[in-house]
């Protein structure tokens, strides 16, 4: 089947509050998978991959256990992206409007993939990212220029062993800037495969068109979160509006 | 998108617009004493259809000699082609309901893209009915249903058989032949998004003008299918409805609580809306500081009179409703009789707006004050139309991390100050809550500690989020001063979103709706008032404090208006005087 974006952002923003989800939490959620589902990221699967953990436990937080002048160390207690990723591109950003560029590591979280969201809303305030991560035996990295509504995806062979569970984020007011100031850290081997940027817009523009293909077992498993923040209807609270 | 305000201006102190102060605007009380204006959606609407003279015929109508069937109407407006298709149903009396909740309707309608073809009519047929329980999909732009009047379609009928003319104060009592329930659009039950109504279809590239179109064609079809009634009734003697009354009927439209949510949910939206609402009022009080000539007095006079007669005619049952429309009448007279006295003296002495608003809210009721404001607003159409185009933004709302906490502390305490003087201690301060009920999420309100729910309320009660909010940063910036806000979210995640509203919305220019909308005595209908006036219906009529009855379109101008010379002056629809024809 298939829904619109709006349809479909409304039913999750929902589904995350029935999870336990606070207003703001459930917004940033809703976004970063409609984001990766209608970019060609396939939102969907990395939702499914998660809700079975967010069912069974309530929301958790990441935690700041370490920080400098322009770094940062947040630890994600084992929480998803979803929940925290909102979180770590503020601290970061918030340095770099102060002044150079910033660093931060989130460790021991899930879902990575949801921050990209995240960087390309941040960066409409004139700011850059790149971000990488470990993913099976390579290396994802993210670069988002100031500005941008797309990023650069790409998939490199690690040259260093990299944390399994550990999001990296730099931030600068350009990614020449970031790249100058971090080389050392932004060093990965050969390029593996890469994710254009046309072809995340042509899967964007379809998603628009002609909306959004959805499992329908998913939908309903959505209906039935949302089910859990609706009331049961008597006449009493039938009364007095309308008729 | 956002154009420059006077606020915006003031910075570099030219050109300062006399904008009114968000503490006067915002309160929930005049913004539930808005009328229509010439920003309103549906003037918006209705003046590009007649200038831009759309085309619009039916190849397929249908009707059985009940009027159940299928028509289809097709409308070549200045950009594209699109197609609007009713299902004419028998619908049990006993089962026709105006609440969301309904499951029947008396007509289904969809708005589509482009033609419609036989296999789509197929696949509309099989979901439009169903509504709610449907489903369609992205060449879909807008999905409605209504009801008959039960008290005036029938007797319209009946006259048109019988060779004669409904009595024109039959008419005046309801106003409509057929009442809409619900207008969906912006992607709901697979339908196209919003945002590519946006992009791609410019003829309905603003704020709900797809599901303004949607009610006038309903307009269009309920007239028609009367006139088509008759005929089939007494095809010797049925004669059809006058055009002079067909003006003046317009669509009925019941509103409860699902709309009220909405213009919380959106506060940067209802900011723009107001926004360029009082852009448009400033440029007309300031246009008037070299005076006002005659011509515009006595402009503004006839206007006064009709409105005066417009009040008197509305049926209402509500008192409070009712007290106030006598009392507006009777003031707006007062502002008859100065200006029949006054205005050659007052066009010499150079008279300014200003004196006339600040006269008004020292004097009379805030609807008076508002009434006045609209018809400021309508005197300088060529000033203030352009301002239509700028009645949608991109809502994002975001966090400005690197502020200080010491500094958040000050902007709520300037920008919410409204908030911080609420006593939240007193029981009614928290009295109501908002929830979704399981009867198609129907948005509904609770007493607290009594009704059930209270787990599952809405986040609706910005000012005592803001509160909760305030509270715990005073603490935290004592304890750490010199931090940023992006520090005090890592630490208190679950505030995340009522920060990023203070700071988004202390960025606008009128901010949030100023209300407790928990308080025990909240009136939601001042919510659902101030909506529907940038929709753009008249007629008012509060049924609880929960809904209101109204009436959308009437006096407009007709399919067969379009293309000729039209002044854009139905607001405020009086009764018809007949003219042959």
């Known amino acids: ?124 305030r004139n700011l850059a990212f790149v971000a990488y991560w470990r993913q099976l035996d390579c290396c994802v990295k993210v670069s988002v220029k100031p500005g941008a509504v797309l990023p650069e995806y790409q998939t490199f062979t690690m040259l260093d062993v990299i944390d399994p569970q550990s999001l990296i984020i730099f931030c600068g007011k350009s990614i020449e800037a970031i790249e100058e100031q971090y080389a050392a850290e932004l060093e990965f081997g050969t390029l593996v495969d890469t994710f254009s940027t046309q072809e995340m817009t042509d899967s964007y523009r379809n998603s628009v068109e002609e909306g959004i293909e959805i499992d329908e077992s998913l939908w309903e498993t959505l209906d039935k979160l949302v089910a859990r923040v609706l009331v049961e209807s008597t006449d009493s609270s039938r009364a007095g509006a309308g008729e | 998108m956002h154009i420059p305000s006077s606020l915006d201006q003031a910075d570099s102190g030219v050109n300062r617009l006399p904008m009114r102060p968000a503490g006067q605007v915002m309160q929930l009380e005049r913004l539930g004493s808005f009328h229509q204006s010439r920003l309103s959606f549906m003037r918006t609407l209705v003046r590009r259809m007649v200038v831009e003279n759309w085309q619009i015929n039916s190849p397929v109508f249908d009707l059985d000699e009940h009027g159940y069937g299928t028509v289809v109407y097709q409308i070549e407006a200045k950009y594209g082609t699109f197609s609007y ?8 009396p006993e089962r026709r309901n105006d609440r969301v909740i309904a499951d029947q309707w008396d007509l289904t309608m969809a708005l589509c893209e482009g033609t419609v073809d036989t296999k789509q009519l197929e696949f509309l047929r099989n979901n439009v009915p169903k509504q709610e329980a449907g489903r369609v999909d992205s ?47 912006s992607g709901k039950l697979g339908m196209a998004d919003w945002e590519k109504v946006w992009t791609k279809h410019r003829d309905f590239a603003r704020p709900f003008a797809a599901e303004m179109f949607t009610c006038f064609m309903l307009r269009h079809f309920s007239m028609q ?67 006002v000539d005659l011509e515009t007095l006595l402009r503004l006079d006839t206007s006064v009179e009709r409105v005066i007669q417009h009040l008197n005619e509305i049926v209402t049952a509500d008192e409070r409703q009712s007290k106030a429309n006598i009392q507006v009448a009777k003031e707006l007279q007062l502002l008859h009789v ?52 700028h009645m949608w933004v991109e809502e994002s709302y975001q966090i400005t991390p690197e502020m200080s906490v010491a500094e958040l502390l000050e902007v709520v305490e300037e920008k919410y100050d409204w908030a911080l003087a609420i006593d939240f201690t007193q029981y009614e301060s928290m009295g109501a809550f908002w929830y979704r009920s399981d009867e198609k999420m129907e948005p509904r309100l609770g007493q607290t500690n009594i009704d059930m729910g209270m787990e599952k309320e809405m986040p609706l009660g910005i000012g005592r989020r803001v509160r909760e909010c305030y509270d715990l940063i005073y603490s935290y910036n004592q304890s750490y001063p ?100």
Request: glycine share 6%; hydrophobic share 45%; net charge negative.
């Open chain 1, 1 to 124: 089947m298939k829904v619109s974006k709006n349809e479909l952002t409304a039913s999750l923003k929902k589904a995350f509050e029935a999870l336990g989800f606070q207003p703001g939490d459930y917004y940033d959620a809703a976004d970063m998978v409609v984001w990766l589902e209608t970019h060609g990221f396939y939102g969907f699967d990395r939702l499914l991959a998660v809700l079975a953990y967010l069912n069974t436990t309530a929301p958790v937080h990441a935690e700041l256990v370490q920080e400098d002048v322009h770094n940062f160390v947040l630890d994600g207690k084992g929480t998803s992206v979803l929940l925290c990723g909102s979180e770590a591109v503020d601290l970061i950003r918030a340095q770099v409007m102060k002044g150079a560029c910033a660093g931060l590591e989130l460790t021991n979280c899930y879902n990575r993939t949801f921050i990209i969201q995240r960087l390309i809303k941040a960066a409409q």
């Open chain 2, 85 to 92: 298709v009713v299902f004419s149903h028998y619908l049990d």
């Open chain 2, 139 to 185: 060449r879909v732009l807008v999905l409605s249903r209504a009801n008959r009047s039960a008290r005036l379609f029938d007797y319209v009928v009946n006259e048109l058989a019988d060779g004669c003319q409904p009595d024109v104060d039959a008419i005046a009592d309801v106003g409509y032949l057929y009442r809409t329930t619900a207008a969906y659009g």
């Open chain 2, 225 to 291: 299918q009367a006139d088509y009634l008759a005929s089939q009734r007494s095809p010797t003697k049925a004669v059809a409805l006058h055009e002079d009354i067909k003006r003046y009927i317009g669509i009925g439209n019941s509103t409860g609580l699902g709309m009220a949510p909405f213009l919380i949910n959106h506060p940067l939206l209802i900011n723009q809306w107001i926004e360029m609402r009082e852009t448009a009022l400033a440029t007309a009080v300031a246009t008037s500081e070299i005076g």
């Open chain 2, 338 to 389: 100065w200006l029949q006295e006054e205005s050659t003296a007052l066009a010499i002495s150079h008279y300014v707006w200003a004196s006339l608003t600040q006269y008004a809210e020292q004097h009379w009721l805030i609807e008076t004050q508002e009434v006045i404001n609209t018809l400021l607003i309508e005197l300088y159409p060529e000033l203030v139309d352009g301002l239509e185009d």
């Open chain 2, 482 to 581: 010199d931090q940023d806000v992006a520090h005090f979210v890592v630490r208190n995640p679950t505030y995340s979103g009522i920060v990023a509203r203070i700071q988004t919305m202390a960025e606008s220019h009128y901010g949030d709706i100023r209300e407790n909308l928990v308080h025990s005595d909240v009136l939601p209908i001042h919510l659902l008032r101030c909506k529907l006036s940038f929709f753009g219906v008249s007629k008012f009529d509060p049924r609880s404090r929960l809904w209101v009855r109204n009436t959308m379109f009437q006096g407009a101008p007709l399919i067969s208006d379009f293309g000729k010379l039209f002044f854009d002056d139905w607001q405020f629809p009086i009764k018809p005087t007949l003219t042959s024809g």
